[in-house]
């Protein structure tokens, strides 16, 4: 039983198959709570013309090879240790220098202490100029926060990726230079699950909205004193953006994503809640070591 690791450890060690240069090697990981979904490029100097092989210490699925040239094969074989990617080359004509690598694994994300975790080591086949390694989360995911306190798990490592986002999905990239044949990144990241409102509660709302106005209808035709209605009109514009995306995500946010999507600092956020809450138009909940900001009141 102690064969298998000590064959796979010399397999992942060796020499990758591969002559032709590199030019650029860029790996896109989009992950969810199960899946992982690899999209590798490789970007040749020159048009390859001889055996390609890249093993991988995890089981793949759905492998897909696409390339800007013609008279070429590649296959995915199950080992032991993993998965072997082999192409050949060797009918290869002068033609184009990129080619794209396609798969999905069930391997490289676990649950550790009610967070999920993923990592992944993403090496090169051969020298290469640039290399860039992005791990892209799904849609309802976020990173954890920054630990307050020494821990192993943190958002992401190395500690020198980048954090962004498109808008709908976060983000962390990495980026090497002038990488040699056999080395590459080991890349984690520590995310969590963001549940959007559910459509009972939704519902809900909507019917505390209706009961509300018409309650307010009652008072305003019994008394003199007028209730104020919120509309977008008397909402100030900082306060506008925060509730545009708390409605963006169904009606429910945390506010940390606020503090991201807004790019208002972290007093400035909170603040503007604690209004809003004040008015009755956002109600608050704790969760963990942020806060769930959920819409109240639509305008």
Same mark, same amino acid.
């Given at each position: 039983?102690?064969?298998? !690791?000590?064959?796979?450890?010399?397999?992942?060690?060796?020499?990758?198959?591969l002559?032709t240069?590199?030019?650029y090697?860029?790996?896109n990981?989009e992950?969810?709570s199960?899946?992982s979904?690899f999209?590798?490029?490789?970007?040749?100097? *020159?048009?390859?013309?001889?055996?390609?092989?890249?093993?991988? !210490?995890?089981?793949?699925?759905n492998?897909?090879a696409?390339?800007n040239?013609?008279?070429?094969?590649?296959?995915?074989?199950?080992?032991?240790?993993?998965?072997?990617?082999?192409?050949?080359?060797?009918?290869?004509?002068?033609?184009? %220098?990129?080619?794209?690598?396609?798969?999905?694994?069930?391997?490289?994300?676990? *649950?550790i202490?009610?967070?999920?975790?993923f990592?992944?080591?993403?090496?090169?086949?051969?020298?290469?100029?640039?290399?860039?390694?992005?791990?892209?989360?799904?849609?309802?995911? +976020?990173?954890?926060? *920054? !630990?307050?306190?020494? =821990?192993?798990?943190?958002?992401?490592?190395?500690?020198?990726?980048?954090?962004?986002?498109?808008?709908?999905?976060?983000?962390?990239?990495?980026?090497?230079?002038?990488?040699k044949?056999?080395?590459g990144?080991s890349?984690?990241?520590?995310?969590?699950?963001?549940?959007?409102?559910?459509?009972?509660?939704?519902?809900?709302i909507?019917?505390?909205?209706?009961?509300?106005?018409?309650?307010?209808?009652?008072?305003?035709g019994?008394? =003199?004193?007028?209730?104020?209605?919120? =509309?977008?009109?008397?909402?100030? *514009?900082?306060?506008?953006? +925060?509730i545009?995306?708390?409605?963006?995500?169904?009606?429910?946010?945390?506010?940390?994503?606020?503090?991201?999507? =807004?790019?208002?600092?972290?007093?400035?956020?909170? %603040?503007?809640?604690?209004?809003?809450?004040? %008015?009755?138009?956002?109600?608050t909940?704790?969760?963990?070591?942020?806060?769930?900001?959920?819409?109240? %009141?639509s305008?």
């Amino acid at each position: 039983m102690k064969l298998v !690791p000590f064959i796979a450890s010399i397999l992942l060690l060796s020499p990758f198959v591969l002559a032709t240069p590199l030019e650029y090697f860029e790996t896109n990981i989009e992950i969810d709570s199960k899946v992982s979904n690899f999209t590798m490029m490789f970007f040749f100097q *020159e048009a390859p013309n001889e055996t390609f092989e890249y093993p991988l !210490p995890f089981s793949i699925e759905n492998f897909k090879a696409t390339a800007n040239f013609k008279n070429y094969t590649c296959v995915s074989v199950p080992k032991p240790w993993g998965s072997l990617i082999r192409c050949d080359f060797s009918n290869v004509s002068e033609g184009g %220098r990129v080619l794209n690598l396609k798969f999905t694994s069930k391997e490289n994300v676990k *649950e550790i202490e009610k967070n999920l975790f993923f990592s992944a080591d993403v090496k090169t086949p051969q020298d290469v100029k640039k290399m860039v390694v992005k791990v892209i989360l799904s849609e309802g995911y +976020v990173l954890i926060n *920054e !630990p307050k306190v020494p =821990t192993v798990l943190v958002p992401f490592s190395p500690r020198d990726g980048k954090e962004g986002s498109d808008g709908r999905k976060i983000f962390v990239e990495w980026e090497r230079e002038g990488v040699k044949k056999g080395e590459g990144i080991s890349v984690a990241v520590t995310y969590e699950s963001i549940k959007p409102i559910s459509q009972f509660h939704e519902n809900y709302i909507l019917l505390a909205i209706g009961v509300f106005l018409v309650v307010a209808v009652i008072l305003i035709g019994s008394r =003199t004193k007028k209730i104020e209605v919120v =509309t977008p009109n008397i909402l100030k *514009e900082d306060e506008r953006k +925060v509730i545009e995306i708390i409605k963006e995500r169904g009606g429910m946010c945390k506010q940390r994503v606020i503090v991201r999507e =807004t790019d208002f600092s972290k007093a400035k956020v909170s %603040r503007i809640i604690k209004e809003l809450e004040e %008015r009755g138009i956002v109600t608050t909940e704790k969760a963990g070591r942020s806060k769930k900001v959920y819409l109240k %009141r639509s305008d």
